[in-house]
């Protein structure tokens, strides 16, 4: 089957310092990536879509420039959080289609949990 | 806009029950529709899906049909086991999520 870790499982940082949340595709390669955000007990949003090689989309009121997104090669992406704040804790997500197959079926991580003191 | 609507939990059911979860959606064309599911301290994972209407998806004993008449894509099981207890989101394509609905199977 189709892997996709994430790395860190969990983070705790201080008020204004950044953070990195890797996510990689283990046994596929994976031209985009969705970076998804999820509150306690509501829906995942999708944060930006990330692009192998050129720049991220992101959503309507997601700001490009406190969450980076780096897709680097065909398997990795990484979202930097700069300058989290608490109200930046959340559980993230990412996923990947397989790149040149069923385009429709995502794999997901198993999500990074943020939280900021 | 396009938007999905998916039953709240937690629906609690004992073992062998038949299982209901409903989900409409609103959009604009024809979007494949998706039943995601998360198992606790696990990733999600695409339980079915639906790429046009009358389509049925099916997995693990899940079934869901896409329903153009009336919006609909109920996520439906015959017999439900204590091994199904997880959240289930129904999805429109990779940007709409329902907000996932918390199933308990009780022995």
């Known amino acids: 089957g189709a892997v996709v870790s994430q790395h860190p499982s969990w983070v705790i940082c201080k008020s204004g310092t950044s953070v990195k949340i890797e996510c990689r595709s283990l046994d596929f390669q994976a031209t985009t990536m969705f970076w998804y955000r999820q509150f306690p007990k509501q829906s995942l949003m999708l944060m930006a879509t990330?692009?192998?090689?050129?720049?991220?989309?992101?959503e309507q009121g997601v700001e490009k420039d406190k969450f980076l997104i780096n897709h680097a090669s065909l398997t990795l992406s990484t979202l930097t959080v700069t300058s989290a704040h608490p109200e930046d804790s959340s559980f993230y997500i990412c996923?990947?289609?397989?790149?040149?197959?069923?385009?429709?079926?995502?794999?997901f991580g198993p999500g990074t949990r943020l939280t900021v003191l | 806009g396009n938007s999905v609507t998916q039953m709240e939990g937690p629906v609690t059911l004992s073992e062998e029950a038949f299982l209901t979860i409903n989900c409409t959606y609103t959009?604009?064309?024809?979007?494949?529709l998706f039943w995601y599911v998360q198992y606790p301290g696990e990733g999600l994972q695409l339980l079915l899906k639906?790429?046009?209407a009358d389509d049925k998806g099916s997995n693990k004993g899940f079934e869901a049909t896409y329903r153009k008449e009336t919006t609909s894509f109920h996520l439906e099981k015959g017999s439900v086991q204590v091994s199904d207890s997880a959240v289930y989101f129904c999805a429109l394509s990779q940007e709409i999520w329902g907000a996932g609905t918390k199933l308990i199977i009780k022995p």
């Open positions: 639906a790429t046009k």
């Open positions: 996923s990947a289609p397989r790149a040149g197959r069923d385009t429709d079926t995502q794999y």
């Open positions: 959009a604009t064309g024809y979007p494949s």
């Open positions: 990330s692009n192998e090689g050129s720049k991220a989309t992101y």
